[in-house]
């Protein structure tokens, strides 16, 4: 796809170096990793824990360098200013500031973003209500619960319009009610043409919203399904992904 | 440049909602009111008591706070992951390590200004008169304060250790206000004293920002040149930290 994608990886591999009495182990957080997410499409990262997954959105975010390999957002190289400006990210169980309020806490991400203070009062209150924490607006963040936390992290990653999210488990922490709203949500994003990238080990979640889904074991790619192959039998892309990473998981 | 000061304004919003930060200022005006009681029991010397104890109590609770503050602060961020959400945005990592430290010093020459301005207060209700000098000791402080933060965040990306960049900062500031008894030694001691005189390089000279020492002076005749000085090699002190703590963070895998 080059440079029409949102997000490609290209032959990305991460080793994690550790150094310990004179000893250096190298570990595998991604290998030989290809992937690509276009404009308005939604491609979920599915994995056993520590396949990979959020090695492979820290690599997007710039936040890491690749060992090899080259990992492009709208066609540069990631981790530039510019792309990051076109990028929102939500971490798995995002942690804020508890003494200020989530009005603050977006005003602070949104001038960080280069919005300016004219336009930045009604993108805050947009996201807040997109996400549904307006009534809590100016409370003060001790106290919240991991869902209205969630809530927070997901207003951040949506203030400054991004054409490309990352997700890390983005229902981790919501109720039902929470988690249906969400879903809507990130549907509506990418009939709107946001590119999104979900890691998440709630496959149902990601059955409902995503257009194809990667399947990590053990840092790989180990197989890209479409939508095509779970839409026709609920329930059906669980059977693929347990078919996918049982025989690494065994084999482990 | 602009994010710096986005990032220190946050940072200093976040240090005075810290009820952990409030109790300590708290602390501070209990113990600068007890500062009058000790001035009290020294009867002749009572104001140089009470101007020496709240100096001296202020600067060393300028100090820990902020060599507290900048061995676990950005440390904290990484651990909560909270750095990612900053890093994610159009920030580049320079201007982050620059926006913490500035917020970090800026919240501490506040808390200097607000101990200061308490023990001023006391001072004059003593009968204390005014002298121009008080200012320049508190100056002097200030410029502690830039360099024991840019040394421990320095350390504190150097160990990854709170409690190390803690302990080394520590010893560093105790070590730097004897470099003149430090010289000493290794002027006496020879070739076998060659690291004390390597070290004496590295160790930042706090006694240069010991402007206090002329309130001891009846009339300040002393020239401008001292705090010149002090103020330019506290730059380049915190800029070398600095620098070199950008060498670290710039590479870092998160």
Known sequence: MGVAS???????????????????TVTRGVAELNLQVAAGEAVGLLGLNGSGKTTTMKLALGLLAPTRGAVLVFGSPAGGRETR????????LPYFQPYLTPSETLRLFGRLS?????????????????????????????????????????????????????????????DPLAIAEFRDL?????EAGVALLIASH??????????????LAEGRVARVAAQSEWSASPGRLEDIFVETVRPTARAA | ???????????LREQWRDRAWQVAMLFAGVMLYFSVLLGILAADQELRALLDFGLSFIELMALAAAIFGAATGVLREMETKSIYLILSRPVSRLEYLLGRYLGLVLSMLAAVSLMAGAHLILLLLRGWSFRADYLLALYGIALKVAVAAAVATFFALFSTSALSALVITGILWTLGHFIAEMRFLAARGGLSLLPLAALIQLVPHLQLFNFRDRLDIPASAAAGEPVLLATAYAALYCTCCLALAYALIRRKDF
């Open chain 1, 202 to 215: 709630s496959i149902s979640e990601l059955e409902r919203v995503c257009d194809r889904a990667a399947i």
């Open chain 1, 85 to 92: 400006r076109r990028m929102g990210y939500l971490p798995e």
């Open chain 1, 186 to 190: 990130l549907v509506r994003l990418r």
């Open chain 1, 6 to 24: 949102a997000l490609s990886y290209d032959g990305v591999s991460k080793d994690y170096l550790y150094s310990h009495l004179g000893r250096t």
């Open chain 1, 114 to 174: 280069g919005l300016g203070a004219a336009e930045l009062g009604g993108r805050i209150a947009e996201s807040l209500e997109r996400v549904g924490l307006s009534a809590q607006a100016d409370r003060r963040m001790t106290g919240f619960s991991k869902g209205m936390l969630q809530r927070v992290g997901m207003a951040q990653c949506l203030l400054h319009d991004p054409q490309l999210l990352l997700l890390d488990e983005p229902v981790s922490g919501l």
């Open chain 2, 1 to 11: 440049m602009e994010r710096v000061f986005i990032l220190a304004a946050s940072s």
